[in-house]
């Protein structure tokens, strides 16, 4: 079974300064990742997907994360913080469950603090 | 705008009275999901529509039920909500099972009093 760890349950930067949000995964083949944030009180907004194309991937609001098979990892990162940024992170895999369907598997998510 | 849509955005019940959530979907998705999120945890995935085939996982207690009328709308019924299940629930599209892409509703926060 896939699965999916977040390194760090709370991360605190000071805005203007870089933000790095760790992930790893544990996969028998090669998954799909993803990156989902949720401000307080919202659903869920897909930042950026990994589906084995570029191992580089760019989203939106300036965040990318590097796939990174021989460490397992995905982390997410942003060059500058903006006070915006402040949200809860989730590292998800995309497992396929029973042969046909997807299914998501979530980290335990980072919340991440941006002080002026 | 094509989007997912939860109504409503806050709902209070009493312990043990049934309550509806309801969920739109303007994407034209096969595919709709309920997940229950408690405070500072992951969603949990309750269970799963593709087109009129319900899927529930393993662990969903039976008080959760779902009901899909048609392609746009389902509903969650919780019958008897315990303390225990205030949460955020959140509602979710794909276009089809292999589809790794969901779109997630704004989700609807449930208290029970």
């Known amino acids: 079974a896939q699965s999916v760890t977040q390194l760090d349950s709370h991360v605190s930067v000071s805005e203007g300064t870089p933000v790095l949000l760790r992930c790893n995964y544990s996969?028998?083949?090669?998954?799909?990742l993803f990156w989902y944030v949720q401000h307080p009180n919202k659903g869920l907004q897909l930042l950026l997907k990994y589906t084995s194309a570029a191992t580089l991937v760019k989203g939106i609001n300036g965040f990318e994360a590097e796939f990174k098979k021989s460490e397992t990892s995905f982390h997410l990162t942003k060059p500058s913080a903006h006070m915006s940024d402040a949200a809860e992170y989730f590292c998800?895999?995309?497992?396929?469950?029973?042969?046909?369907?997807?299914?998501?598997?979530f980290g335990t998510g980072t919340l991440l603090a941006v002080q002026p | 705008d094509a989007m997912v849509i939860q109504n409503p955005r806050y709902q209070v019940t009493q312990f043990g009275k049934p309550v509806t959530l309801s969920c739109s979907q303007t994407l034209n998705h096969n595919v709709m999901y309920w997940y229950q999120q408690k405070s500072s945890q992951a969603p949990k995935l309750l269970f799963h529509y593709y087109d009129k085939d319900f899927n529930n996982e393993a662990d969903t207690p039976d008080n959760f039920q779902s009901r899909r009328p048609n392609t746009s709308f389902c509903f969650l019924d919780i019958r008897s909500p315990g303390l225990g299940d205030a949460a955020m629930y959140l509602c979710a599209t794909s276009r089809d099972l292999q589809t790794y892409e969901q779109y997630f509703g704004p989700g609807t926060r449930l208290t029970v009093t």
């Open positions: 996969s028998s083949y090669s998954p799909s």
């Open positions: 998800v895999v995309s497992e396929l469950y029973g042969g046909v369907t997807n299914k998501l598997i």
